[in-house]
């Protein structure tokens, strides 16, 4: 399996089969300790990983490099491609490194961490059951890894702070518009906050995971979507 550091909490609530896994991916300057932090605020029968970003940026970690300013900040597609393809050999073997269920794989991005989630989900589609992004946008070198056909199955969550200085909520609506073109099943929220995580976002996120792992149910065949 492709190293990614990681923390993780493990299931508190545990049932027959393997649980679901949650995969967090935090933001540029951050590192796998911050978005661990709402682990007891969520599910109890995930197995939650929170990964490190690949780049030492000195003062934390990053996913890839950034030019400009807040507001106006271009990503290095050289080393955003590094990370996804880490990233989607990474997703691809730690459900069985772990010993949850690859038929229930869950993503949750902020920032950076939400550009690549939604990367890797739309990529990998028969990996990653539902993404969440949070404060993100869509990388516009993506369109060229997509099958929408392949689409039907995944389940996203986004949500954009409408005052946001650093990616403006024009990158959450330019997923939303992207996805409402695809078969994803979508829901869309925004909220009076800058770049951050309202309140009300959580109790969304608990919800709409709730009502994904029930939904899809532990997996017949452990091995399925295993290699």
Do not use: C
């Not at 890839?64 to 106006?72: D, I, S």
């Not at 990996?127 to 039907?152: E, F, K, M």
């Not at 909520?169 to 330019?174: C, W």
């Amino acid at each position: 399996m492709t190293t990614v550091r990681y923390v993780e909490r493990k299931p508190l609530i545990t049932s027959d089969g393997p649980p679901p896994l949650l995969i967090m991916l935090h933001g540029y300057g951050s590192n796998e300790q911050d978005l661990i932090g709402l682990a007891p605020y969520l599910d109890q029968r995930l197995h939650i990983i929170s990964t490190r970003a690949l780049f030492d940026i000195g003062f934390g970690f990053a996913w890839y490099q950034l030019g400009g300013m807040p507001g106006n900040l271009q990503q290095d597609d050289n080393t955003l491609k590094q990370s996804l393809d880490v990233l989607l050999k990474f997703v691809e073997g730690i459900p069985e490194h772990l010993g949850a269920d690859p038929s229930r794989v869950y993503l949750f991005g902020f920032s950076q961490g939400a550009v690549m989630s939604i990367d890797v989900a739309l990529i990998y589609p028969e990996r990653i059951a539902g993404v969440i992004a949070i404060s993100g946008y869509l990388d516009p070198t993506v369109h060229d890894w997509v099958n929408t056909d392949q689409l039907h199955r995944l389940h996203a969550l986004v949500m954009h702070g409408n005052v946001d200085d650093v990616i403006p909520v024009a990158g959450g609506r330019g997923i939303r518009d992207f996805l409402q073109t695809t078969p994803v099943q979508l829901n869309y929220y925004e909220y009076d906050i800058g770049h951050g995580i309202h309140p009300q976002a959580l109790t969304v996120m608990q919800q709409w995971l709730r009502e994904r792992i029930e939904a899809q149910g532990p997996a017949t065949d452990t091995t399925a979507g295993m290699v």
